[in-house]
């Protein structure tokens, strides 16, 4: 008997040209499918159960922002369940005086929402001609005309309610935040301790324990220095608001610095709102504009000036993806998930620095 060569697989037919393997096998389609369902599941599961990941994975990120603060107090002798019940009550004692700074010319201008419609009216009668001109312009072109004559109607607001369903937490939540928190400063770092035994190995130990440690002082160098810009934030912006005649600029002040902890959305919808405020209350349309205008000022150097100088490269965010986050994070868990974009973009940005460090030639600089 003859027996005839075995050919090995990967040669090509004869005859044929094509001599590459194929770009994407079976099973690296099969791995990318599930990696895909897998992440679409999670999302389920974290939009389905926000009223209890929510609140968890907030204590969790709040909490390890605040551990250095516990590290010191315990660094004077003093028990870390104690350090965390004083850091927990200090925290609440602080939102609970930005709220009061923010309900009271909120209620106020609440009450005066029937005047808004006739104010604007007369603040924006020097704009008729501006009107009449583009009425007249949408007539010669066989347009309609879609402004009217002699009054500006307010929206309704029937999104009040709903809008006011999806900020505020239930209490169930607000006390699973509060218990989880206090309970995760206290055991910390018993808790970091476990994760880092779990592994075997010397050099998985000593990498998750470089990873926890990274993690830790970000966080908290992130809320340290975001809080006190913030508020330095928030003090320009009443000091703007008091020069410029605007009422109640303590209260616009602190919800400056409230909001500035959402990048992006946060200044913009401020600058709305003092807009908005400065129109209606200011005898001119000009004089409404001040504040506005120098808060776009204050803006402008405090998000390409201050902030990167202080912050500095480590904790630097690519605007896009800090955008992109806020907008996927605000889709799933509302402004909290807004506010915990960030810090959650520099968690996963320490995870793939020590899990897939760059490695090879990096390309040329332009």
Known sequence: ?????????????????????????????????LVALLIITL???????????????????????????ASFFERWHVPRGVSAVLIVGFGLTTVAFMIGLISAPLIEWTGRIGEIG???RQK???????????????????????????????????WVQPTFEFVTPTLTEILLFLVTLVLF????????????????????RLRTLKILNEIESSLGAYLLTVTMIN?????????????AGMPSPAGLGALAATLNFIPIIGPFVMFVVLTVVGIVSMPT????????????????????????????????LNILAVFIAIAFWSWLWGPMGA????????????????????EGPHLPVD
């Not at 709040?62 to 551990?67: D, F, P, R």
């Not at 994760?195 to 050099?203: C, H, I, K, Q, S």
Request: hydrophobic share 50%.
């Open 285 to 316: 349309l000009g004089a409404g504009l001040l504040a506005p205008l120098g808060f776009i000022c204050l803006t402008f150097l405090e998000g390409h000036f201050v902030t990167p100088a202080i912050i500095g490269r480590r904790l630097e």
């Open 185 to 204: 400063i206290a055991s910390w770092k018993n808790l970091r301790h476990r994760l880092v035994m779990v592994f075997a190995g010397r050099d998985a």
């Open 1 to 33: 008997m003859r027996v005839l060569p075995v050919e090995p697989p990967a040669t090509p037919l004869p005859g044929s040209k094509e001599d590459r393997p194929p770009l994407i096998r079976r099973t690296e389609a099969v791995a990318f499918v």
């Open 231 to 243: 508020l330095c934030y928030g003090a320009a912006t009443g000091l703007i608001c008091a020069l």
């Open 43 to 69: 999302i389920g599961f974290l939009y389905v159960g926000k009223p209890f990941f929510l609140p968890i994975v907030t204590a969790f990120v709040v909490g390890t922002m605040l551990a250095p603060a």
């Open 118 to 120: 006739p104010l604007l």
């Open 339 to 358: 506010f915990l974009a960030s810090p959650l973009l520099i968690v996963a940005l320490v995870l793939k620095e020590h899990l897939l460090p760059e």
């Open 124 to 158: 924006l009668h020097g704009l008729d001609g501006a009107l009449g001109f583009w009425r007249q312009l949408q007539g010669s072109l066989g347009g309609t005309e879609s402004i009217p004559d002699n009054s500006i109607q307010m929206p309704k607001i029937n």
